[in-house]
């Protein structure tokens, strides 16, 4: 079992910055693929960044890269999304989720351990 825990969301004003962070404790972090999904209400779950295991190689939504990073640190067990320009409708919850495969996936249902989710409102 991993279990995961998000922070960092908030309200920030169009044009502005977060970090997300999501720490994850119980079984090797490091052997695990992690992602961020966000879902905003209405819509269905919406894939935002992966990073591989190793960290080596990173995937991103189509409307998301240039504006976001994925990145880890495996010893200490914990995988950032750093979000910049925000726009208002980037406004979601933002899940992180592990892949015990560890090269990582876009589809959120290959995922196998999710956290909370961090609510990220961004203000126009």
């Known amino acids: 079992q991993v279990q995961l825990v998000e922070s960092g969301g908030g309200l920030v004003q169009a044009g502005g910055s977060l970090r997300l962070a999501c720490a994850a404790s119980?079984?090797?972090?490091?052997?695990?693929?992690m992602g961020w999904f966000r879902q905003a209400p209405g819509k269905e779950r919406e894939f935002a960044a992966a990073?591989?295991?190793?960290?080596?190689?990173?995937f991103y939504g189509d409307s998301l890269k240039g504006r976001f990073t994925i990145s880890r640190d495996n010893a200490k067990n914990t995988v950032y999304l750093q979000m910049n320009s925000l726009k208002p409708e980037d406004t979601a919850v933002y899940y992180c989720?592990?892949?015990?495969?560890?090269?990582?996936?876009?589809?959120?249902?290959?995922?196998?351990?999710w956290g909370q989710g961090t609510q990220v409102t961004v203000s126009s």
């Open positions: 989720a592990a892949d015990e495969n560890p090269l990582g996936s876009r589809w959120a249902y290959e995922y196998d351990y």
């Open positions: 119980g079984r090797t972090f490091s052997n695990y693929a």
């Open positions: 990073i591989r295991w190793s960290g080596g190689r990173t």
